[in-house]
């Protein structure tokens, strides 16, 4: 139980051009899901909480603009990097907790996207 | 602000040689203490979440335990197969990981 999929697993895009990824739960409803980057050989960094039906919550210094988060459904978010740049080159990977009463539950997480800008 | 320190960072053991990671860390209110396990090129793999002081959780060869300002993961017997970058959280907040390799 518990599985978190991404989609896709890794793109290559030209400078200029936007990505969407995908974040599905498969086996359990997740009213947040969260978003992280990962630099090589560094820990993950919140981006942004998403949640169902209502507006992302971005952490300091990530644009809004940028990263478009839409959490549509209670097993999809999305994320957009718009008009992508070789620094947006990163890992993306997102979670999802069967959070519960306001309790952050164990998060589960995708199994990443590696975006590589040219 | 909730800060979280992973040592070392990174550990060499010989397979069948006993250690411990530490993760210390820093809250206005815990609300649960996070260990994962991530491989290269991977998402992170939930392994135990603790919740109060004394609590401790085994898994196979890994058992964590946890006080007011620590966390220990503890790994017994550990094999090549156990080698992955340890990450410790409390709630979206991730520490550097502890990058551990065994060697046969």
């Known amino acids: 139980g518990a599985v978190v999929s991404q989609h896709p697993s890794w793109v290559i895009c030209k400078s200029g051009t936007s990505v969407k990824i995908e974040c599905r739960s498969l086996d359990f409803q997740a009213t947040t899901m969260f978003w992280y980057r990962q630099f090589p050989k560094q820990s993950l960094m919140l981006m942004a909480t998403s949640n169902e039906g209502s507006k992302a919550t971005y952490e300091q210094g990530v644009e809004k603009d940028k990263f478009l988060i839409n959490h549509a459904s209670l097993t999809l978010s999305t994320l957009t990097v718009t008009s992508a740049h070789p620094e947006d080159s990163s890992f993306y990977i997102c979670?999802?907790?069967?959070?519960?009463?306001?309790?952050?539950?164990?998060?589960?997480f995708g199994p990443g996207t590696r975006l590589t800008v040219l | 602000e909730d800060q979280v320190t992973q040592s070392p960072e990174a550990l060499r053991l010989q397979e069948g040689e006993s250690s411990s990671l530490n993760c210390s860390y820093t809250?206005?209110?815990?609300?649960?203490l996070f260990w994962y396990r991530q491989d290269p090129g991977k998402g992170p793999e939930f392994l135990f979440t603790l919740y109060s002081a004394g609590e401790e959780k085994e898994k196979e060869r890994l058992k964590a335990t946890l006080t007011k300002k620590e966390s220990f993961l503890h790994i017994t017997a550990p094999k090549p197969e156990d080698s992955a970058t340890y990450l410790c959280a409390v709630p979206m907040r991730f520490g550097a990981g502890t990058r551990l390799t065994v060697k046969p």
């Open positions: 979670s999802a907790t069967p959070s519960v009463g306001g309790r952050i539950d164990t998060q589960y």
């Open positions: 809250v206005s209110g815990l609300r649960g």
